[in-house]
């Protein structure tokens, strides 16, 4: 089965400096990997998706992410970090259930944004 | 507005007062599925539906149930609630098959069981 590690828990930087959240996963075939963001008392919203085309994905909000095969890794990078990114993000892989796919949720990576 | 709609947002119950969460889309999507999040345990699946009539287990299916009559509504049912289904619930819809496209979520539903 599949499964997603998200390496931190917590992760704070300064307004204008950039961010990385990390995520390794673990898969036996290619996957589908996704990055949502969970705003305070809201509901999640993807981010980006990585479903086997370029391996560096752009998404919303001016974040993007790197699919790297030989370290099993989709970390999620932005160049300078706003104050509404603070938020909550999970790394996300796609998993075979009874032949349907099931999206399997990493725990969450917190980021806080300092002025 | 394309929406997943969550009722009701938050709620506190005693253990054993049967409850219902309701969901509803309006995107016309055929697969829906509930979710639960717990601090340090990300989102874990409790149930999802590929269509209507169709249901099946997620992760954590136990003390839960749903049914899918029509396509939009896709309530969760708490039968006999206890204290360790305190938690933050998240309906969510796709298009297509769940790992194929992207999941819309609702808003949350917030449940305390005392």
């Known amino acids: 089965a599949q499964s997603v590690t998200q390496l931190d828990s917590h992760v704070s930087v300064s307004e204008g400096t950039p961010v990385l959240l990390r995520c390794n996963y673990s898969s036996s075939y290619s996957p589908s990997l996704f990055w949502y963001v969970q705003h305070p008392n809201k509901g999640l919203q993807l981010l980006l998706k990585?479903?086997?085309?370029?391996?560096l994905v752009k998404g919303i909000n001016g974040f993007e992410a790197e699919f790297k095969k030989s370290e099993t890794s989709f970390h999620l990078t932005k160049p300078s970090a706003h104050m509404s990114d603070a938020a909550e993000y999970f790394c996300v892989v796609s998993d075979l259930h009874r032949r349907f796919q099931k999206l399997v949720f990493g725990t969450g990576t917190r980021l806080l944004v300092s002025p | 507005e394309a929406q997943v709609t969550q009722n009701p947002r938050y709620l506190i119950t005693v253990t054993g007062k049967k409850l219902t969460v309701t969901c509803s889309q309006n995107m016309n999507h055929e697969y829906m599925s509930w979710y639960r999040q717990d601090p340090g345990l990300g989102l874990r699946q409790i149930y999802y539906s590929m269509n209507v009539e169709v249901t099946d287990k997620g992760d954590v299916p136990e003390g839960y149930k749903v049914s899918r009559k029509e396509k939009r509504n896709f309530p969760l049912i708490l039968e006999s609630p206890s204290p360790n289904q305190t938690s933050l619930y998240f309906c969510?819809?796709?298009?297509?098959?769940?790992?194929?496209?992207?999941?819309?979520f609702g808003e949350g539903s917030r449940l305390t069981v005392l």
């Open positions: 969510a819809s796709s298009l297509r098959r769940a790992g194929a496209g992207e999941l819309f």
């Open positions: 990585y479903t086997s085309a370029a391996t």
